[in-house]
């Protein structure tokens, strides 16, 4: 049990590091136009709903906190980048959705990140690590997780 813990840090730690090294890299890189990279986090998250979604549903897919989210989804919304609209099933709770202009930006910057990734992560994996690497992620986060 203590060696499998062992390897479980050691492995996290690596995931970690890898992650923090390749964002920094992203980051430095001149494709993000007038947005932060969390800023088109959000807009990439919501890009890939069919439907609009709740604030609450989107704080579980990006890295941060329930107000600071909330003054973004404000800032990204006075910007027209991001519709909001009151669920009909209850007029409480806000729904979010990406603008024309919204999803035209986060097209255009998703290709040129895209591209970036691809380069990066590509220059460092074979094919077949590549996929190792999406299979164990993939696993790392399905509800099944044991599966």
């Known amino acids: 049990m203590a060696r499998e813990a062992r390897l479980a840090n050691h492995a996290w730690e690596a995931l970690m590091s890898a992650y923090a090294v390749t964002m920094k890299k992203f980051a430095a890189e ?6 932060s990279m969390r800023e088109y986090d959000v807009l990439y998250t919501l890009s890939k709903c069919p439907e609009p979604i ?6 579980k897919h990006v890295l941060l906190s329930q107000p600071a989210l909330s003054r973004m989804v404000d800032r ?3 910007r027209d980048l991001i519709h909001r609209s009151a669920d009909p099933a209850d007029g409480r709770i806000v729904l979010l959705s990406l603008t024309v202009a919204g999803l035209e930006k986060q097209r255009g910057i998703g290709r040129r990140h895209a591209r970036s990734v691809a380069r990066e992560v590509a220059a ?13 992620c993939r696993k790392l986060v399905s509800p099944e ?3």
């Open 54 to 59: 709740s604030i609450r549903e989107l704080h």
């Open 76 to 78: 990204l919304a006075e």
């Open 30 to 35: 001149d494709i993000w136009q007038d947005l």
């Open 145 to 147: 997780r044991n599966s």
């Open 124 to 136: 460092h994996l074979s094919p077949t690590e590549l996929g190792q690497l999406e299979t164990l």
